[in-house]
């Protein structure tokens, strides 16, 4: 028995689902028999289907409380290979404010109450009583991780959680639920794609904007349990960033129009998308100012 999985039973014994997390802070794969959701997804997943895998398949949907399941023959290699362990914070009943930079702490300190908060590599998570709809990008450095998303396990943290308070969830009340996937429909399809002619005064070639463009979009569409918008946020930013120093215009519309359109083709819905990619190149434009 590894420290991981000493440390996924004690959160078990507190009633919180607990799972393995692979190198790079990533969930195990699906089985071959869960491959690309062909088993209709675990009973707890938001589109509930027929899977009673016993390997730990499906991300968060697999965070269990059963101590005989977490020590089981079908979860061994998981625990050998695991670099971290998750917890599933809406199966607590609890809901992680993920607050990624100094900014997104600094707005956080001055806009919700104080609760239990952990510190993680780039910023906190900030921990409530209550659980809610998960949701990516809420803000620029913000996520709502909750009832269907994973949170990694960093330790206990310091302080008293507070219950989940209106203004985190008036962070996500207006957006739609992620319709299911095959049933993704966005409103700009045929859109025209980037070209140097709406690049009039970017300082970068062609072939260097649409290898880094190529490569962000396959980040976003890579994502397609959880995270798109998230993804869509970052590649925004960092593509945002490329173009600071050019002395004209680069075309950032069009691009990030390609982003959100990625976001959507993995189930983001569009509005939610867009605001994500949108705040991904405002957030760049404020640092820069």
């Known amino acids: 028995?590894?420290?991981?999985?000493?440390?996924?039973?004690?959160?078990?014994?507190?009633?919180?689902?607990?799972?393995?997390?692979?190198?790079?802070?990533?969930?195990f794969g699906n089985c071959p028999g869960c491959a690309k959701n062909v088993c209709g997804g675990r009973p707890n997943m938001k589109t509930a289907g027929p899977?009673?895998?016993?390997?730990?398949c499906h991300a968060w949907a697999a965070a269990t409380t059963n101590p005989d399941l977490l020590t089981s023959r079908a979860w061994t290699f998981a625990w050998v290979q695991a670099s971290a362990v998750a917890y599933h914070p809406g199966g607590a009943g609890l809901t992680v404010v993920d607050l990624d930079d100094a900014d997104a702490l600094a707005w956080a300190r001055e806009s919700l109450p104080?609760?239990?908060?952990?510190?993680?590599?780039?910023?906190?998570?900030?921990?409530?009583?209550?659980?809610?709809?998960?949701?990516?990008?809420?803000?620029?450095?913000?996520?709502?991780?909750?009832?269907?998303?994973?949170?990694?396990?960093?330790?206990?943290?310091?302080?008293?959680?507070?219950?989940?308070p209106d203004a985190v969830r008036a962070l996500v009340e207006?957006?739609?639920?992620?319709?299911?996937?095959?049933?993704?429909v966005s409103?700009?399809?045929?859109?025209?794609?980037?070209?140097?002619?709406?690049?009039?005064?970017?300082?970068?070639?062609?072939?260097?904007?649409?290898t880094g463009l190529e490569r962000g979009l396959a980040l976003?569409?890579?994502?397609?349990?959880?995270?798109a918008a998230s993804q869509a946020f970052g590649v925004a930013q960092f593509l945002a960033k490329q173009h600071a120093q050019c002395p004209g215009l680069c075309g950032l519309d069009t691009l990030g129009q390609q982003i959100v359109d990625a976001a959507v083709s993995v189930g983001v819905p569009e509005p939610y998308a867009a605001r994500?990619?949108?705040?991904?190149?405002?957030?760049?434009?404020e640092s820069a100012a």
């Open 174 to 184: 207006k957006e739609e639920t992620t319709p299911a996937r095959g049933e993704v």
């Open 51 to 56: 899977c009673r895998c016993l390997r730990p």
């Open 187 to 210: 409103s700009s399809p045929g859109r025209a794609t980037w070209d140097a002619r709406v690049a009039t005064g970017c300082r970068h070639t062609a072939s260097y904007v649409r």
């Open 114 to 164: 104080p609760t239990r908060t952990v510190a993680t590599t780039r910023g906190e998570h900030w921990i409530y009583l209550g659980p809610m709809r998960s949701a990516n990008a809420v803000r620029p450095g913000v996520d709502i991780k909750s009832v269907m998303q994973y949170a990694r396990w960093l330790g206990s943290g310091t302080g008293t959680m507070a219950p989940l």
């Open 220 to 227: 976003v569409r890579s994502r397609t349990e959880s995270g």
């Open 276 to 285: 994500a990619v949108a705040n991904g190149l405002g957030a760049e434009a």
């Open 1 to 27: 028995m590894n420290e991981y999985l000493r440390t996924a039973l004690t959160l078990a014994q507190a009633g919180v689902p607990a799972l393995p997390l692979r190198v790079g802070k990533a969930p």
